[in-house]
């Protein structure tokens, strides 16, 4: 099922302990800055924490993941995370994203997380609950 779902945004800042040896943010690190705005997200936007979900017995898990680096994030820099759900399926999503400098808006790398749910109890992947499609779209 395709349709439009709502964007939003999560702000951080370069720590010190993510730049690399070429003195900015190691990209594995924007892996964690993606994941850490969907958990903010899941709770502030979507009114579902992970925490919920694991209560009920599911979880995400990334599939796929594709990101295209742009321009380097350096330390003490601000950005934005901003991702949204691009398609629903019976059993997950696809979530885009895109970082940005807070300043100045342009984008550091973007991409997108292909998203399986799981049930936590069997290890496989499970069916998207009525009420997590209408927490999700928005």
């Known amino acids: 099922m395709i349709n439009n779902y709502a964007r ?6 370069v720590r010190p302990d993510e730049i690399d040896m070429f003195q ?4 594995s690190k924007y ?4 994941l850490a705005a969907r ?3 899941m709770e502030v936007f979507y009114g579902m924490t992970m925490e919920e979900f694991m209560a009920q017995g ?3 898990v990334v599939r796929t993941a594709h990101v295209n680096y742009k321009r ?3 330390l003490g820099q601000h950005f934005v995370v901003e991702t949204g759900i691009e398609e629903m399926k019976d059993k997950g999503c696809v979530v885009t994203f895109a970082i940005k400098f807070k300043d100045s808006g342009k984008i550091s790398c973007d991409g997108w997380f292909d998203y399986a749910l799981i049930d936590l109890n069997s290890g496989r992947s499970a069916f998207i609950t009525e009420e997590m499609m209408e927490k999700y779209s928005i």
């Open 39 to 41: 958990y903010e997200q």
């Open 24 to 27: 900015h943010v190691h990209n």
């Open 8 to 13: 939003f945004e999560s702000e951080f800042k």
């Open 31 to 34: 892996f964690d800055y993606v």
């Open 58 to 60: 599911f979880g995400w």
């Open 72 to 74: 380097p994030l350096k």
